[in-house]
């Protein structure tokens, strides 16, 4: 019987610039009393990741550009902020009273650059974080780090939240992997009637992370770190461009 199991990791903490997320990360899994068995898979909260990397900025630090005057003025934000989003970026595509669209320099298209204020873990001072600067290379850095600890072949997932064309609210997906496809090639296999699939691909790394995100939450949950274990791919090496439609192919844009 197939079974997929998500454990929340109690005990991260409040995480800081330069921390190590591997200690945590196997102290919250001895918490929760789960011994890491190969396969296991950490889908790993992007805040945390990048507060460890030192991405926070603190926006009084930021002088707008006139570029930035405008794009706040257009879109009613922070004109700092709006500075960030452009330095973050490779393209503003859309602009609207609320929300500003963009095409990340990582290759994403989503609002604001990826910049958030939320769960910052500041008060007072105005801070903003930034996606880390290479996802994968950090997923993968943490996910060897585990490995060599605990002798176990496991994946690591680094998510965050995204809005969706053609619908409402924001769900987890993958932005950085490290031993876990990105995405199924089911094209050439024969569903249950003998029929070739000619386009089916799965998302596999945006789906766990969206799972994962269930336990995560949005707001004060503190829990950043979940265990997914029953995954029903085999793990493998991949990379998160896996997942980024080329522009030709997007509809949208």
Same mark, same amino acid.
């Given at each position: 019987?197939?079974? +997929? &199991?998500?454990?929340?990791?109690? $005990?991260?903490?409040?995480?800081?610039? $330069?921390?190590?997320?591997?200690?945590?990360?196997?102290?919250?899994?001895?918490?929760?009393?789960?011994?890491?068995?190969?396969?296991?898979?950490?889908?790993?909260?992007?805040?945390?990741?990048?507060?460890?990397?030192?991405?926070?900025?603190?926006?009084?630090?930021?002088?707008?550009?006139?570029?930035?005057? =405008?794009?706040?003025?257009?879109? *009613?934000?922070?004109?700092?902020?709006?500075?960030?989003?452009?330095?973050?970026?490779? *393209?503003?595509?859309?602009?609207?009273?609320?929300?500003?669209?963009? *095409?990340? &320099?990582?290759?994403?298209?989503?609002?604001?650059?990826? !910049?958030?204020?939320?769960? %910052?873990? %500041?008060?007072?001072?105005?801070?903003?974080?930034? +996606?880390?600067? &290479?996802?994968?290379?950090? =997923?993968?850095?943490?996910?060897?780090?585990?490995?060599?600890?605990?002798?176990?072949?496991?994946?690591? !997932?680094?998510?965050?939240?995204? $809005?969706?064309?053609?619908?409402?609210?924001?769900?987890?997906?993958?932005?950085?992997? =490290? $031993?876990?496809?990105?995405?199924?090639?089911?094209?050439?296999?024969?569903? &249950?009637?003998?029929? *070739?699939?000619?386009? %089916?691909?799965?998302?596999?790394?945006?789906?766990?992370?969206?799972?994962?995100?269930?336990?995560?939450?949005?707001?004060?949950?503190?829990?950043?770190?979940?265990?997914?274990?029953?995954?029903?791919?085999?793990?493998?090496?991949?990379?998160?461009?896996?997942?980024?439609?080329?522009?030709?192919?997007? +509809?949208?844009?």
């Amino acid at each position: 019987m197939k079974e +997929l &199991r998500l454990v929340a990791l109690p $005990g991260i903490g409040e995480v800081h610039a $330069g921390d190590s997320l591997v200690d945590p990360i196997l102290d919250g899994s001895r918490a929760a009393g789960e011994n890491l068995q190969p396969g296991d898979i950490f889908v790993i909260a992007q805040k945390i990741v990048s507060k460890a990397e030192g991405r926070r900025v603190l926006l009084a630090d930021v002088e707008p550009s006139e570029r930035a005057h =405008a794009l706040a003025r257009a879109a *009613e934000k922070d004109a700092r902020m709006m500075e960030l989003v452009l330095r973050e970026s490779s *393209e503003v595509l859309r602009v609207k009273p609320g929300v500003v669209i963009v *095409e990340h &320099r990582l290759g994403f298209v989503m609002a604001n650059a990826g !910049i958030d204020h939320s769960n %910052t873990g %500041t008060a007072g001072d105005e801070y903003a974080l930034l +996606l880390p600067e &290479r996802p994968d290379a950090s =997923a993968a850095q943490i996910r060897d780090a585990i490995c060599a600890r605990c002798g176990v072949p496991v994946g690591v !997932i680094i998510n965050d939240s995204f $809005g969706r064309a053609w619908r409402n609210g924001v769900t987890g997906v993958a932005i950085g992997v =490290a $031993g876990v496809p990105a995405l199924i090639d089911m094209r050439g296999r024969s569903d &249950r009637g003998g029929r *070739e699939l000619r386009v %089916t691909e799965i998302a596999a790394a945006d789906e766990l992370a969206a799972a994962a995100s269930l336990l995560m939450g949005q707001a004060d949950e503190g829990t950043p770190v979940v265990l997914a274990r029953g995954f029903p791919y085999a793990l493998r090496e991949s990379s998160i461009a896996e997942l980024i439609r080329p522009r030709a192919q997007d +509809l949208f844009r």
